[in-house]
């Protein structure tokens, strides 16, 4: 079905909005069944992850006004483009739905902190924890050596009672 000119006028103003992200995932999801492309919308705004569906010509219509270092990894396929504030949160929440969906969703690369990503790079950026996750491992490395001092003292106590 033919997209009308303000329609296409309507989605490039909002791809061009998305474009000031600071990171973006383009993925294919050709041949995702719709109930489970209603499960990975659900899953992606729960992790505050936006997700948009446009046409490919109308992506890079929009994306090439931006300034962007390096080169558009090729688009292909059905195309959306995946987009939050948390600058892991898209490739990490997209890249578990690839492991999930293999022959149906894939990652054809993004754009991260102002640069174009191939597919590899958002996957290696997809592995980095959540914020939530490196504060904890922090803790842990600050706790560890109050724990092993704790645990000496504990053990020269023992000795000293037997």
């Known amino acids: 079905m033919a997209i009308s000119k303000d329609k296409k006028k309507d989605i490039i103003a909002n791809l061009k909005d998305i474009s000031k992200k600071d ?15 209603a499960e990975m919308r659900s899953k992606l ?3 505050d992850v936006s997700y948009y569906v446009a046409k490919k010509t109308l992506v890079k219509k929009a994306f090439e006004d931006a ?10 396929g059905e195309l959306a483009v995946a987009y939050s504030d948390d600058v892991t949160a898209p ?9 999930q969906y293999k022959d149906a969703i894939s990652i054809l690369g993004g754009i991260f902190e102002k640069k ?27 706790n560890s050596p109050i724990q092993g001092f704790v645990v000496a ?3 020269i106590a023992d000795k000293r009672t037997a």
């Not at 490739?91 to 492991?99: A, D, G, I, L, P």
């Not at 590899?120 to 904890?136: D, F, N, T, W, Y």
């Open 45 to 47: 705004r729960s992790a």
């Open 23 to 37: 990171s973006i995932v383009f993925l294919n999801f050709k041949g995702l069944p719709v109930n489970q492309t």
């Open 91 to 99: 490739s990490r929440e997209v890249y578990v739905f690839q492991k």
């Open 116 to 142: 174009y990503m191939t597919k590899s790079e958002i996957e290696e950026i997809a592995k980095i924890p959540s914020m939530h996750v490196l504060r904890g491992m922090f803790v842990n490395v600050i």
């Open 67 to 76: 300034v962007f270092s390096g080169e558009m990894p090729k688009l292909e």
């Open 153 to 155: 003292l504990q053990a």
